[in-house]
């Protein structure tokens, strides 16, 4: 391995093409517009009694420019071997959180090609803007929060919210722990005092999403009615009563969203709930982590329930294609909660919409929700004022095209990348025989305007 990775970056005029966007402002550093991963597959040994992990990565990508050098994102952790169509690279370096990988020969534009990156080391989390995410270890096993910047600190990746590849995984533990991870359980298979278990997500997945937990937990099917997906809850003993109680309505709460957003875009949705007191639940695809702090029936625990299972729809089957653009997971995934609140029988979803105007009035009026920063970008603002940015759009809208419009919506992007522009040309289209109806004239003062808009 050598130090040496200042080569020349090709021809000055190479550009990516208009589907692969920049690195993103709010997360420099991360991501590369030079090629495009469409596949990770997975591989590691991990210890829990030392945190320690042996990682191998196999990533099958495609170049949009061309490419002297390859860079990943990969921190934390060691870079012990590379090869790149199957033939090892002498210089590959590392600095900071980015993995630079000089080829024997450059590749040029419309270049398939392969990646093989054997690692290892002590995985944590990274600190930055939004606190500690990625791999973190908890009293008893191992919690991975991803967003928005946390995969490179277990698996080398080109981390941008709009690079989507499809992922296997083959995790491989100390016997008596239940690994999971996206997607399907494909098989699982034990020697001696170590258990391997593969799982498969196909559908696409930005890097961000994915996710490995690992715990003492029991796995339980929760009760629901077909033809919904199957619904699985992962706790410890101690905890897979109040988990279960606390998911009762769950079931509800997909038949609710399926109607409203289509069809779920997942084959199964698992809620894991770690032994660890959370500050807060998060999303990954095709599952979402809890604590047991939250496992209660009133509402705040419960629009949590719903939030997270919303994200399924709004974060990951369609991401946004850029930070800036957040309040289209965050702004859904909220005004969700008050979908469920009006369909569960509790508050109108107008009424939730009052109470959080009236608590926007107080707070400062300094955030651009349609671009918040990458320090604000989790601020509550961005979540309550999307949501009243859709609530404007439903009441001009009316119900009946209003959910015709979330329909279209996860079904003509579903698995791809979207911008606030191919939300507001579907409101648009969608809209069409409304007089006057303007997806933009509405949006952009909720959105780019600092002063609050009136309640709609």
């Keep these: 391995m050598t130090a040496d990775h200042d080569q020349a970056q090709g021809p000055a005029n190479a550009a990516a093409p208009a589907s692969c966007p920049l690195p993103d402002p709010y997360t420099p550093g ?34 949009f420019a061309f490419l002297d050098r390859i860079v990943l994102n990969l921190a934390g952790l060691r870079a012990l071997k590379v090869q790149v169509d199957g033939q090892r690279v002498q210089r590959f370096s590392q600095r900071g959180n980015q993995l630079i990988i000089i080829p024997a020969r450059p590749l040029p534009a419309g270049t398939d090609f392969s990646l093989d990156i054997r690692y290892d080391g002590a995985p944590g989390p990274l600190r930055g803007n939004w606190g500690e995410v990625g791999w973190e270890e908890l009293t008893d096993g191992v919690l991975v929060a991803g967003q928005p910047t946390g995969a490179p600190s277990w698996f080398p990746c080109n981390d941008h919210p709009s690079q989507k590849a499809s992922f296997g995984f083959t995790i491989t533990t100390d016997a008596n722990y239940r690994v999971i991870c996206n997607g399907v359980l494909v098989s699982r298979h034990a020697k001696a005092s170590r258990e391997t278990w593969v799982f498969e997500q196909a559908e696409p997945m930005a890097t961000y999403l994915a996710t490995v937990q690992i715990g003492r937990y029991d796995l339980k099917p929760l009760a629901f009615q077909a033809p919904s997906p199957a619904q699985y809850v992962a706790a410890t003993p101690a905890h897979m009563a109040a988990a279960a109680a606390a998911l009762v309505r769950q079931g509800e ?204």
Excluded at 30 to 58: F, I, K, Q, W
Aim: with cysteine; proline share 5%.
């Design 30 to 63: 991360h991501g590369s517009a030079s090629y495009e991963v469409s596949r990770y597959e997975l591989y590691l040994d991990y210890r829990v009694s030392t945190n320690r992990m042996s990682g191998h990565a196999a990533i099958s990508a495609r170049s």
């Design 253 to 456: 709460m997909m038949k609710t969203f399926e109607t409203c957003f289509g069809p779920y875009p997942f084959s199964t949705y698992t809620v894991v709930v770690a032994d660890d007191v959370l500050e807060i639940p998060l999303e990954a695809q095709s599952l979402s982590v809890f604590g047991p702090n939250h496992l209660n029936q009133q509402w705040d625990d419960q629009r949590l329930i719903a939030h997270e299972l919303a994200h399924q729809w709004f974060g990951n089957s369609l991401t946004a294609s850029s930070w800036a653009d957040i309040w289209l997971h965050e702004g859904f995934a909220c005004y969700a909660e008050w979908i469920w609140s009006e369909a569960s029988g509790d508050l109108p979803a107008a009424q939730r919409a009052a109470a959080a105007w009236q608590g926007l009035v107080i707070q400062p009026q300094d955030l651009l929700v349609g671009d918040p920063s990458p320090e604000l970008m989790f601020d509550d603002r961005v979540y309550k004022r999307g949501a009243l940015a859709l609530h404007a759009v439903r009441q001009a809208a009316g119900d009946t095209l209003f959910f015709e419009l979330l329909r279209a919506w996860a079904r003509s992007h579903r698995y791809g990348s979207v911008t606030t522009q191919d939300f507001m040309d579907t409101a648009d289209r969608t809209c069409a025989g409304i007089p006057g109806f303007s997806a933009g004239s509405i949006l952009t003062p909720w959105l780019y305007g600092t002063a609050l808009p009136a309640l709609p």
